[in-house]
């Protein structure tokens, strides 16, 4: 179950010559179409505790919203068919029962949407959500895309591949997700991860993920050699319009001095504005359905730099990607 969000949350100048993205979103609704923005939050870190992370991200929905819903509408929000556009809130999961169970709620919910078409923005929480997220994702478009495989990006300072016991969640964390993922839905997704740092990693973990496919770049290549060596790689060079993408961004992925409001920050790490100098590019080269942004911590933050930095991933997801 959503619970929906809180009516103050919702930004207005009052002044329709100064709309905010407060005044067009919508509280939640069941009818919605194609390529309408669905926003869900879970404010949730046990999966953060069960990993022994510091604590904080349960609040961050709330506050990325704030920040969200108090920003402008750019130019092409007037020129072209946005106008058309549904912008609905769908709220905040209700946190009870166990966390397989509200991955599993996640997990059914999100699938509901894709089917009708929806673009999905997800507000954690851990990147436990990661999975459900995930696993909607790839359910959906490996059902209708046939041969082209979905894929899924990753931008983290950790790969998140953590083993869960066989047949059973135990261990289920903020590290698990693409262990599950790749699990559980082996040869039906690409998986690319971007930023990752090896202070962050074992070998065993990366030997494991590139032995299910996964492709791995990390934060060292991208230093050394620019955001080329992206671009450049293979599943990127794959895409058509047609490519089916979702963004996992676990706020780690980026330097503590942009965003040290998580659940573990380095010195090192990604540049907000190279990250979205990409994703612009990205958003024409493949049709990228949903956007779930990880491990803010608002208890660790300052000055509340890391939410507004997550509500700018969504405002640039929002208006950057295809109509």
């Known amino acids: 179950m959503f619970l929906p969000t809180a009516r103050e949350l919702f930004f207005t100048k009052n002044d329709p010559s100064d709309l905010r993205l407060g005044d067009i979103f919508k509280s939640t609704t069941d009818n919605f179409n194609a390529d309408d923005f669905l926003i869900f939050g879970y404010p949730d870190d046990e999966g953060?505790?069960?990993?022994?992370?510091?604590?904080?991200?349960?609040?961050?929905?709330p506050l990325i919203?704030?920040?969200l819903y108090k920003m402008t509408l750019p130019e092409n929000y007037f020129k072209s068919d946005r106008k058309k556009t549904q912008y609905i809130d769908h709220g905040n999961l209700e946190i009870v029962g166990d966390l397989y169970l509200r991955h599993e709620h996640v997990k059914n919910t999100l699938l509901q949407s894709y089917k009708q078409k929806a673009k999905i923005i997800s507000l954690g929480g851990g990147h436990d959500y990661g999975y459900p997220d995930g696993a909607a994702f790839i359910q959906h478009f490996t059902a209708t895309q046939g041969h082209k495989k979905p894929l899924i990006i990753n931008f983290d300072a950790h790969l998140d591949v953590?083993?869960?016991?066989?047949?059973?969640?135990?261990?289920l964390n903020s590290g698990t997700p693409f262990y599950r993922l790749l699990s559980e839905f082996k040869n039906k997704f690409n998986l690319l991860e971007i930023g990752l740092q090896k202070q962050c990693n074992s070998v065993e973990h990366w030997r494991w993920a590139n032995e299910q496919g996964a492709e791995t770049i990390s934060l060292d290549k991208i230093s050394e050699n620019g955001w080329d060596v992206v671009l450049k790689n293979k599943m990127i060079q794959n895409l058509d319009s047609t490519t089916p993408v979702l963004i996992s961004f676990d706020i780690d992925a980026l330097t503590a001095a942009e965003a040290g409001g998580c659940s573990q920050a380095w010195a090192t790490g990604l540049h907000i504005s190279d990250c979205l100098q990409f994703l612009k590019k990205l958003y024409?080269?493949?049709?990228?359905?949903?956007?779930?942004?990880?491990?803010?911590?608002?208890p660790l933050d300052r000055d509340f730099?890391?939410?507004?930095?997550?509500?700018?991933?969504?405002?640039?997801?929002?208006?950057?990607s295809k109509a």
């Open 305 to 320: 730099q890391t939410s507004k930095t997550a509500a700018l991933l969504a405002h640039h997801f929002i208006f950057n």
């Open 284 to 298: 024409k080269m493949a049709d990228v359905r949903g956007f779930g942004i990880y491990e803010v911590s608002p």
């Open 65 to 67: 919203r704030q920040f």
């Open 162 to 171: 953590r083993s869960v016991v066989k047949n059973s969640m135990q261990n």
């Open 48 to 61: 953060i505790k069960l990993n022994g992370g510091r604590l904080g991200s349960a609040l961050a929905p």
